[in-house]
Every structure is written in C-alpha cells, then in structure tokens.
C-alpha cells in the first residue's frame, strides 16, 4: 500500500509543481489517496496504470472519475460525527414511547411514566420549574395535575446510536393545582438506551410562540 501511495504523491507533486499541470490529474490523485487510505492495503496494493484525465486506473480493474469522493460513499462507509435523522426503528420505537408518556400523563399512570424515566431524570416545565423523577412521580400521584387530553405534532427524533432527542410540539388541555396548562407548548425529550431500552433522562418545555 505505501509504494502505491508514494507513487500517487509524487505524481501529483509534479503535476503541483510544473505550470500546466492537470487540474483533473490533481483532483484525481489526491482522491486515489484517500481511497487508499480509506480501504487500507487489503484492497489497494497494486500500482497505478494511468493518472490523468480525470480517472484512475488500478490494477486494470477500476477506474475512478472525476467526481466528489464524498458525495460517492454511503452512509455506512462514512464516519457519523453529526447528528442524523432517526432510522425507521428508532424513530417508531420513540414515538411510540411519546405517545406512552402522554397516555400514562392523562391516567395519571404513574408505574408506566416510572418505566418510561431514568432513575437520573430531570424534568424542567414551561414555568422553567425543574424536579426530577421523583417529583413529577409524586406531582401525579397527589391529584393536583389533571390532564384531560394532549396532542403531539411535529416530531422529529434525532439518533446518536444509544442516545436520541425528540423534538415537537403539543396542545394541551387540563390543569395544575386548579390553573390551566399552557397550550400549546414545545417540547425537547432526550433519551438514552439502557440494557436495550429506551429511557427518557430529560425533558424540557416551552410555551410556543
């Protein structure tokens, strides 16, 4: 692998150096070196047959066109260093389990809002109050919320493997200590994955505007 990438090296270096170098020769070379070092010697370890006008050949075997490396490579062969959009399961798995939270608020479920939040669970309002698990627990178990009926749109799940955070936004009709709840509201709900179970450890809401 190494004497194929000094080959590419010095030949782009030239095609640097001298003042009617190819541009499609540069751009070529340098994404062979990438190639290379993407794919490692087990699949690269051959010399270069042609380098220039726009392509590389290898071995005979493939030739690589001028196009953007990037843009070439799928999502597995890229490294996920951004936050990405839910795939389908994660996506399915979360809203299901918004739409648990929300069942488990209006009857006042307190068992299922337990399996749904981490023991870490923080919860801040749209009062910007903030309890933890066992304050909205206790909250649900007094009588003082009462939720008649809640609505969720807009979701949206972001996924970061074993972590992902669900954004939307969601009417809601009922009370807290005889004061109606502010509608509508925007939510973030994060949540991680413990012994492969999704757990709510956050979640923070707004008033919308």
């Known amino acids: 692998m190494y004497s194929l990438y ?12 001298s003042n009617n170098g190819s541009n499609h020769t540069i751009t070529a070379g340098l994404r062979l070196l990438a190639l290379i070092a993407f794919y490692g010697s087990g699949r690269i370890n051959s010399s270069v047959d042609r380098l220039g006008s726009g392509s590389v050949r290898v071995s005979g075997l493939w030739t690589f066109p001028s196009t953007p490396l990037i843009g070439r490579l799928t999502p597995a062969q890229t490294k996920k260093n951004v936050s990405v959009q839910g795939t389908d399961a994660t996506t399915q798995a979360l809203m299901n389990l918004e739409n648990r939270w929300v069942g488990a608020l ?12 981490a023991d870490t669970y923080v919860d801040t309002d749209e009062h910007s109050h903030r309890s933890n698990k066992q304050g909205v627990l206790s909250v649900l178990k007094s009588g003082e919320l009462k939720i ?5 749109s807009d979701m949206q799940v972001y996924d970061y493997s074993d972590a992902a955070v669900v954004t ?16 509508p509201i925007v939510f973030t709900d994060t949540f991680v994955r413990q012994n492969g179970k999704w757990r709510a450890v956050a979640s923070h809401r707004s008033a919308a505007a």
């Open 6 to 17: 000094f080959q590419v090296i010095s030949i782009v270096c030239r095609s640097i150096r």
């Open 106 to 117: 209006m009857k006042s479920d307190a068992a299922t809002l337990d399996f749904i939040f």
């Open 148 to 152: 008649e009926s809640i609505k969720l």
């Open 168 to 183: 939307g936004s969601a009417s809601q009709v009922g009370n807290f200590k005889g004061q109606p709840l502010t509608v």
